[in-house]
């Protein structure tokens, strides 16, 4: 069992919609990253959050700690947002690598 | 471009040999990591360097083994190659060691055995 889980796996809307992607982990965590994984295969990372809120550009992404839930959100989504949005979490135990979960598949119709 | 560099981008071979994978970090970069993803598992962390010293392990295979040699760059080698090595293999690199710094991404290495 993954332990960070992602929801959906697949999500499909049309141009210009608000998207929301989801990321539970299920014990404490120093840091939750969020990438972009493009068709061609490459790996953006798009935001690194310990706490509060992130922003940049169409693209926002807030995390609970308490919940140990995080939230990726696109706004105004266009067809070139299509791609993996994958969450990754650094524990707070052991040593420093980063624990990925399975990715969210974003297609955007135009 | 997000400075990492990994060569070759396309490696079929068959099984039983052994291939090495390169990676140069971004200039400044001092941490490497390297990951494996393949279509059933998604991303796994294999393992980390910091300045030529091995920081941290993941999930690597004893068949695997890789080092960062004094001008930071790294080589992931793989021996005695099965067919669900069939992957891709990322390298990133960050400017600190912890979990909290962002990591840059190569385009990625697709390994095929055959």
């Known amino acids: 069992k993954n332990e960070v889980e992602q929801s959906p796996q697949n999500l499909t809307a049309q141009e210009g919609e608000f998207i929301t992607i989801n990321c539970s982990y299920s014990?404490?965590?120093?840091?939750l990253h969020w990438l972009q994984q493009h068709p061609g295969g490459g790996i953006v990372s798009l935001f690194m959050?310990?706490?509060g809120k992130k922003k940049h550009g169409r693209l926002i992404a807030t995390i609970n700690i308490q919940e140990k839930h995080s939230s990726l959100h696109i706004t105004a989504s266009h067809p070139r947002d299509s791609a993996v949005y994958i969450c990754?979490?650094?524990?707070?135990?052991?040593?420093?690598?980063?624990?990925f979960g399975t990715g969210t598949r974003l297609t955007i119709i135009p | 471009d997000s400075g990492v560099t990994q060569t070759p981008k396309h490696l079929i071979t068959a099984t039983g040999q052994r291939v090495t994978l390169r990676c140069s970090p971004r200039s400044g970069d001092l941490s490497v990591y390297w990951y494996q993803q393949s279509l059933d598992q998604g991303l796994q962390f294999l393992i980390q360097?910091?300045?030529?010293?091995?920081?941290a392990k993941g999930n690597i295979l004893e068949r695997f083994s890789a080092q960062q040699f004094p001008d930071l760059h790294s080589e992931l080698n793989l021996s005695s190659l099965e067919l669900g090595d069939s992957a891709l293999y990322f390298c990133?690199?960050?400017?600190?060691?912890?979990?909290?710094?962002?990591?840059?991404f190569g385009p990625g290495t697709r390994l095929t055995v055959l």
């Open positions: 959050l310990s706490s």
């Open positions: 990754a979490v650094g524990y707070n135990f052991g040593n420093e690598k980063l624990t």
């Open positions: 014990v404490g965590i120093s840091a």
């Open positions: 360097y910091y300045n030529g010293e091995e920081r």
């Open positions: 990133a690199s960050s400017v600190g060691s912890t979990r909290g710094d962002t990591q840059y």
